[in-house]
């Protein structure tokens, strides 16, 4: 994988290696660090569940801890407490989360909370719901237009990506938002 910094052109070729029948082989990561003229910075190595240290190529540099895992508690589906606690509703943001953030939706709510029948429930009422939007439009020969987004190319990388159009904020200011489906 190359890592590029768009803004310095500094990038870092990174490697994931193949788990093979050795532990020690397991989630191990090597790469190296370049400036923008190609001139070796750094040199990576680690395991990518654990701590990835770095250090300078001349003979005898320290090496250096640049990452280090969390410590992981047993939480349910692998999540991390970071994970979980961004899937959360903060109660003091849900007056401006968009409505169609997926902290709202009531099969996401459901799965976190332990209900997982009403879950999967909620999650194929919901995949239906949009399919019937779609088929409508297709019906009527509308194309599709993102309330909130457009196809753009990113300045720096120029690869094609939806560019957040600011339209959520206007809307929301002039009180616009209540105009909008209900997507859930």
């Excluded at 909130?148 to 339209?167: A, C, M, N, V």
């Amino acid at each position: 994988m190359e890592i590029k910094n768009h803004v310095t052109g500094d990038y870092m070729n990174f490697n994931f290696k193949q788990r093979g029948w050795r532990a020690s082989s397991a989630y191990e990561v090597k790469g190296e660090v370049y400036s923008r003229d190609g001139k070796l910075q750094y040199i990576v190595g680690g395991h990518w569940d654990s701590k990835i240290y770095a250090k300078r190529p001349e003979p005898g540099a320290e090496k250096f801890l640049v990452w280090e895992a969390a410590k992981r508690t047993e939480m349910m589906f692998h999540l991390t407490n970071f994970a979980a606690g961004l899937n959360a509703p903060q109660p003091h943001l849900l007056h401006v989360l968009p409505c169609t953030d997926t902290r709202l939706r009531p099969d996401q709510r459901a799965m976190e909370d332990g209900k997982y029948d009403f879950a999967a429930d909620e999650k194929n009422r919901l995949e239906e719901k949009q399919r019937a939007a779609r088929r409508a439009r297709e019906e009527k020969n509308e194309m599709y237009n993102p309330s909130f987004f457009r196809k753009s190319i990113h300045p720096l990388t120029k690869d094609q990506y939806w560019e957040f159009t600011g339209g959520y904020w206007k809307d929301r200011a002039e009180g616009k938002l209540k105009n909008y489906k209900d997507i859930f």
